[in-house]
């Protein structure tokens, strides 16, 4: 039996991929090595009866995809709201600070003002980035006028920014995100919090420069749909893929893709599962991260030495780690009376600083900074009655320890993780009857993601756009005809935004 | 403080054999080859041509780069690297190969010896360190090791090589064919002979563990005396390869690594190594691009030249006409070759300009004063030295 193509991967990339491609009439496979569609955001129990996903919150979902899809009749529940953000006070007595669909609270008039501009200024920028998240971004050198038109577009677009805004967005398109926000803004707590998004996922402090903005602009794109529930959105990229046709094969890992040398190249014919069997297909869709699908299931060696090396460098070390605690009854933060969101617990952009500090040289934060979220508040099914699920990203986490991730440091993560918590939560401590601390290394190996980077790659100026993975890639095709790539590793990167699947099956429909 | 400022760091290194070799390098002709000492002529490079023309000669080819491959991933990850095909390589055998940028330009030339079914030793002019590390990325079970400074080696060259050797007691020599490797033993000295060469005649390369180098070199010499042996230099290496028709990197090509300008690098078709590349191998490193360039056939042709006259073209432009109005080409190499009696050269030449007429401008000095010439050039297809007795198996006997 052959497929029009085969789908590595249920993640949320490879089943937008899947579905736009079977919409179109092709016979598509799905196959994923889970026993469940998702990826790295699906569910799994990690203590009897508490429940909970690696990624909780849809926070920048295009529309587009979800009316394409009719992923609201299978039951996404997405809403053009943003997720509420908090930042903890670390000062019992201190007022937080909440941000609820763009109005801060918890600061003074000035740092409200300051806000509105802030933000003015971003969404200007962010929306004429917008369109082009949505496209293939034509390589360099490549004089096709299509492709040109791109270019020609982008660059109408940032005209449009008007004078100001332009010159603006280039002087901070590569600013650490601290000088941005001390123009801006006193608040320290305020700062930690808005340059939270900025980081999150990628080799990235406060202090370096790069590119963190664009992460930030990336993640403000307009008519885009937010849910606390991303587990909604998996549940109805399923639905949407089955409905359109794709046959999906749980608990099958794919070992390799199989290649046939045809007289000018090299061409992919199908994949070859671990449990031996072998499947053909016109071409193959990988939304496995580039590392992985290129080196491990394709080889280096039938790659071009020079591209090879390119996808060997990518940087894809994780420094996330996630933290799930099962908890007895709902925890109390001090001052929060109706929690909901996400919550910061960094006190300020040097407690992000010093955290990231300790990774650098390969060890775990003496104080992790922590992002906070209750899932079980949106679903109470994933805890048993009266219980809650407390789930953290916690920053920084070196995949590759100093002392490697033997027990001992996992145990000193963890207490390190509960104290930050107790103090932000007095009791919370007493409440805990279960947890799971998933490190880089834990996340490679549960999820098959090279270095356990959710984002398949650093988000920074050196790996997005026509560098995402690398040139030679990504326009989402590879070197190997008939082998494609589809997931968070190509244009535009990583979050559940199911974009690069998009983009992909575009690509191939062409 | 007068000290000396301390050059250690930079400064050339003796090669293995540099306690022998200084003793006949009167004046101290030395350049840098890789690190090392390597010798440009000894006292007079014409002597020691026609030592290997006629009788033999040592050349110390210690500088050379030297790698270990060995696992079992190594035939493939050579296999990938180069363009010929090292599957069809038997253990004992030595082949030339090149290897090249996915653009398909070419990095470097080297030959790869097949000491076992998985283990290779590549050997190159200079340091490829680095590619060879990113030819591993996607191979599991590979070591490759730098052997260059732990392995010395010499080239013993010329129509008396392989009597010498068996008067030196290397039993069997006589049978190993061009291309084939053997291994030695002699009393407490062991070491590799190949019988491989850069200079078109019958010779042979041994290669020694650097501590057993001296050995080797007194025992060959002992045994070489009635055969005429003498060390040789760079300057009677060059004219010797280009009678033979190889190419030199810095000369005939600029390594793609090395190469900043667009373009100032060359294919193997360029260079006329269409037989060096295998298209039937599925995959190696710049298959697409030189299968592009197989079908449009190269831009320039690296060509053999026989110039009228007896006065060395070197670094002249070709023209396509006596006139010297449009430049189609110019001189890669050039020299007076006593052996064939004729101006001979490599040329780089624009390959449409290859069947019409070519002219070489030849600037030359006698006594302090210039002079230039418009000399008329002849295409050779085949080398201009490849003597018969190079050759056979068994090598003449003296």
Not at chain 1, 213 to 222: C, E, F, I
Not at chain 1, 375 to 394: H, R
Not at chain 2, 58 to 72: A, T
Not at chain 2, 182 to 199: H, Q
Request: proline share 5%; net charge negative; glycine share 8%.
């Amino acid at each position: 039996m052959s497929f029009d193509a085969i789908v590595i991967g249920a993640g949320h990339n490879g089943l937008v991929c899947a579905a736009y491609l079977a919409k179109h009439g092709q016979r598509v496979l799905v196959v994923e090595s889970q026993d469940r569609c998702g990826g790295l955001a699906s569910q799994h129990e990690f203590h009897d009866g508490y429940r909970c996903a690696n990624a909780q919150h849809v926070s920048h979902f295009p529309e587009r995809i979800s009316k394409d899809l009719n992923l609201v009749k299978h039951g996404f529940d997405g809403a053009y709201a943003d997720i509420p953000l908090t930042w903890l006070n670390p000062d019992a007595d201190g007022a937080h600070i909440a941000l609820v669909d763009g109005h801060l609270s918890g600061v003074d008039a000035g740092e409200q003002a300051a806000y509105q501009q802030y933000r003015h200024l971003l969404r200007r920028i962010a929306s004429m980035l917008a369109p082009f998240w949505l496209k293939t971004v034509p390589p360099i050198g490549n004089n096709h006028l299509s492709e040109m038109m791109s270019f020609a577009h982008l660059g109408l677009k940032m005209r449009a920014l008007g004078k100001d805004d332009m010159r603006e967005f280039l002087r901070i398109v590569a600013l650490p995100i601290r000088d941005l926000l001390d123009e801006y803004f006193d608040h320290p707590g305020l700062k930690a919090m808005l340059s939270w998004d900025a980081l999150i996922g990628s080799r990235q402090a406060p202090r370096s420069p790069n590119n963190s903005l664009l992460a930030l602009l990336y993640r403000m794109a307009d008519r885009s749909l937010t849910s606390a529930r991303a587990d909604s959105l998996i549940c109805a990229l399923e639905a949407s893929a089955r409905a359109s046709g794709v046959e999906i094969r749980l608990s099958k890992r794919v070992e390799r893709v199989t290649i046939e040398p045809r007289s000018e190249c090299l061409c992919a014919t199908g994949v070859e599962l671990a449990d031996g069997e072998h499947i053909e297909a016109v071409r193959v869709v990988s939304s496995a991260d580039p590392k992985t699908t290129l080196l491990q299931l394709v080889g280096g060696d039938q790659l071009e030495i020079e591209f090879a090396g390119r996808i060997n460098r990518i940087r894809d070390r994780g420094l996330v780690s996630k933290l799930h605690l099962a908890l007895r009854t709902a925890p109390t933060f001090a001052g929060l009376e109706a929690p909901r969101g996400r919550f910061i617990l960094a006190p300020m952009m040097d407690s992000i600083e010093w955290a990231f500090d300790d990774a650098k040289y390969g060890r775990i934060p003496q104080v992790p900074v922590l992002e906070v979220t209750l899932p079980s508040l949106a679903d109470q099914s994933l805890a048993p009655a009266g219980g809650q699920v407390l789930s953290a990203n916690v920053l920084y986490t070196p995949y590759a320890q100093a002392d490697n991730w033997d027990d001992m440091t996992r145990q000193l993560l963890l207490a390190r993780c509960l104290n930050v918590l107790e103090h932000y939560a007095p009791g919370l401590r007493d409440l805990v009857i279960g947890t799971e601390l998933l490190t880089p290394v834990d996340l490679e190996v549960r999820y098959g993601v090279s270095g356990g980077h959710w984002h398949h790659g650093d988000i920074a100026l050196d790996q997005l756009i026509m560098m995402r993975p690398t040139y030679g890639a990504a326009q989402y095709r590879t070197p190997i005809s008939g082998l494609f790539l589809c997931g968070a590793g190509s244009h535009p990167g990583g979050d559940l935004t199911g974009i690069p699947g998009h983009n992909a099956a575009k690509e191939i429909l062409r | 403080m007068n000290s000396a400022p301390d050059f250690s760091l930079e400064r050339a290194l003796p090669t293995p054999f540099h306690a022998r070799t200084q003793a006949f390098n009167l004046e101290g002709r030395w350049s840098s080859w890789n690190g090392y000492l390597a010798a440009e002529q000894y006292f007079d490079a014409e002597l020691e041509y026609f030592k290997v023309r006629n009788a033999c000669g040592i050349y110390d080819i210690s500088p050379m780069q030297k790698y270990h491959v060995s696992g079992r991933d190594a035939e493939a990850m050579l296999n990938r690297m180069v363009t010929r095909d090292v599957t069809k390589m038997r253990v004992g055998r030595v082949s030339y190969v090149l290897w090249c940028t996915g653009a398909g330009r070419l990095i470097d030339d080297g030959t790869i010896f097949r000491l076992a079914e998985d283990a290779f030793m590549l050997t190159c002019g200079s340091p490829s360190t680095a590619w060879l590390k990113k030819s591993a990325i996607g191979f599991d079970d590979l070591v490759i090791k730098d052997k260059s400074d732990d392995l010395a080696a010499l080239s013993f060259q010329g129509p008396t090589s392989c009597a010498a050797l068996r008067c030196m007691g290397l039993d069997g020599i006589e049978e190993v064919r061009p291309f084939e490797i053997r291994r030695f033993e002699l009393g407490a000295l062991r070491f590799m002979a190949s019988r491989t060469g850069f200079t078109g005649d019958l010779g042979y390369e041994l290669w020694v563990s650097a501590e057993d180098a001296l050995a080797l070199w007194d025992a060959l010499y002992a045994a070489g005396e009635d055969f005429g042996i003498h060390p040789f230099g760079e300057v009677a290496t060059n004219m010797l390869r280009l009678e033979a028709g190889f190419i030199m990197p810095g000369a005939e090509f600029n390594e793609a690594l090395k190469t900043i300008r667009f373009e100032h690098d060359q294919t193997p078709f360029e260079l006329g190594l269409d037989s060096m590349v295998d298209f039937k191998k599925p995959h190696f490193n710049g298959r697409t691009a030189l299968l592009a360039e197989s079908k449009r056939g190269p831009r320039v042709s690296l060509t053999k030249l026989d110039i009228e006259g007896n006065k060395p073209a070197a670094g002249s432009f070709i023209y396509n006409s006596k006139a010297c109005r449009r430049d189609v080409g110019y001189v890669t190499s050039g020299i007076w070759s006593p052996v064939v009696k004729a101006n001979i050269a490599f040329a780089m030449i624009e390959s449409k300009h290859i069947s019409g007429e070519l002219w070489a401008h030849i600037n030359y000095e006698k006594e302090l004063r210039h002079y230039s010439k418009i000399a008329r050039c002849q295409i050779k297809q085949s080398p201009f030295y490849a003597p018969q007795h190079a050759k056979l198996t068994p090598p003449a006997d003296f």
